[in-house]
T-cell receptor
């Protein structure tokens, strides 16, 4: 069974631009979560989607948004990029609600210049 | 306010010896705990988990211990192997969450020397 895939793997953007990252969960998984990893803050929860509905949202500004499609694929969008948004963005999928164990993709490395 | 803390940023052990990675938490609502391993340029890989109704869970060379009264958990790796060298994250989840939200510690870099 294929794992979680994320595209693109690397991205360089300029401050003020917007970016969209994509995540395809493991086949059959319906929950997709997004995390941001930075050297200073570690792994921080962004939001989670289940059956196209956002169920949880972390403490991030409204510039960070996401959505999930009917095939469980998910996208996250960051508008008006800031230098501090440079990070590794990780997507994780799990089978059901409250599955606890989440399976991570390789991440998208975003660099904002 | 860090609800999950890994106070040791790094740990070095000799191959064949035991590695003990520690994690502390403050939120008493956490009822499920997980350990993830992360290699550079890869996403975290699920390693082992434990429910708050247990105090020990074992899977091969990996054992997780949970001390609820101390709000402390530890991961034991015996025997340690060079391939275990990676960053280890502990994570916690609370049943009253609407969904699957994990709170992570800052990670501990384990180096196993041959």
């Amino acid at each position: 069974k294929a794992g979680v895939t994320q595209t693109p793997r690397y991205l360089i953007k300029t401050r003020g631009q917007q970016v969209t990252l994509s995540c395809s969960p493991i086949s059959g998984h319906r929950s997709v979560s997004w995390y941001q990893q930075t050297p200073g803050q570690g792994l921080q929860f962004l939001f989670e989607y289940f059956s196209e509905t956002q169920r949880n949202k972390g403490n991030f500004p409204g510039r960070f948004s996401g959505r999930q499609f009917s095939n469980s694929r998910s996208e996250m969008n960051v508008s008006t990029l800031e230098l501090g948004d440079s990070a590794l963005y990780l997507c994780a999928s799990s089978l059901l609600s409250h599955s606890y164990e989440q399976y991570f993709g390789p991440g998208t490395r975003l660099t904002v210049t | 306010d860090q609800q999950v803390k890994q106070n040791s940023p790094s740990l070095s052990v000799q191959e064949g010896r035991i590695s003990i990675l520690n994690c502390d938490y403050t939120n008493s609502m956490f009822d499920y705990f997980l350990w993830y391993k992360k290699y550079p340029a890869e996403g975290p890989t699920f390693l082992i988990s434990i429910s708050s109704i247990k105090d020990k869970n074992e899977d091969g060379r990996f054992t997780v211990f949970l001390n609820k009264s101390a709000k402390h958990l530890s991961l034991h790796i015996v025997p340690s192997q060079p391939g275990d060298s990676a960053v280890y994250f502990c994570a916690a989840s609370a049943r009253n969450n609407a969904g699957n939200m994990l709170t992570f510690g800052g990670g501990t870099r384990l180096m196993v020397k041959p």
